[in-house]
C-alpha cells in the first residue's frame, strides 16, 4: 500500500522560505512520478510542481521561485519554496503516479494527507 507523507509546512512571512518534503512508501519509486499540488480555502485544488526523474514542470504562478527535487535512495520528494508570497497560502498535497507528471489532479492515485504553509504580509 502507497503512503506519502508530507512535512515541512509552518508559518512564514512574504519573501521568506520554506522547504517542503515528502517521504513515499513505494517499492519503485524512481518509475513513479511525483508531484505537489495545493489548495487554497474556496479554491480547487491546483498543480504546483512535478518531476519525473530529473525532468521537472512548474505552475507559471511559482516559476523562479520553487525548485522540485528528489531523492530516489531516500525515497523522498522536496519543494523548496523561496520568495514566498501571501498568494502561496495554502494546504499543500503530495502527490504520485505512475509514469509521467500531469497537471491534472485526478489522474494521481496516492495522496499525502496534505501540510500547511502560511505566509503572513
Known amino acids: 500500500q502507497v503512503q506519502l507523507v508530507e512535512s515541512g509546512g509552518g508559518l512564514v512571512q512574504a519573501g521568506g522560505s520554506l522547504r517542503l518534503a515528502c517521504a513515499a512508501s513505494?517499492?519503485?519509486?524512481?518509475?513513479?512520478?511525483m508531484a505537489w499540488f495545493r489548495q487554497a480555502p474556496g479554491k480547487e485544488r491546483e498543480f504546483v510542481a512535478g518531476i519525473t526523474g530529473t525532468d521537472a514542470a512548474y505552475a507559471d504562478s511559482v516559476k523562479g521561485r520553487f525548485t522540485i527535487s528528489r531523492d530516489n535512495a531516500k525515497n523522498t520528494v522536496y519543494l523548496q519554496m523561496n520568495s514566498l508570497k501571501p498568494e502561496d497560502t495554502a494546504v499543500y498535497y503530495c502527490?504520485?503516479?505512475?509514469?509521467?507528471?500531469?497537471?491534472?489532479?485526478?489522474?494521481?492515485?496516492?495522496w499525502g494527507q496534505g501540510t500547511q504553509v502560511t505566509v503572513s504580509s
Open positions: 513505494i517499492r519503485t519509486f524512481a518509475a513513479y512520478a
Open positions: 502527490a504520485a503516479r505512475f509514469g509521467v507528471v500531469t497537471s491534472t489532479p485526478s489522474e494521481y492515485p496516492y
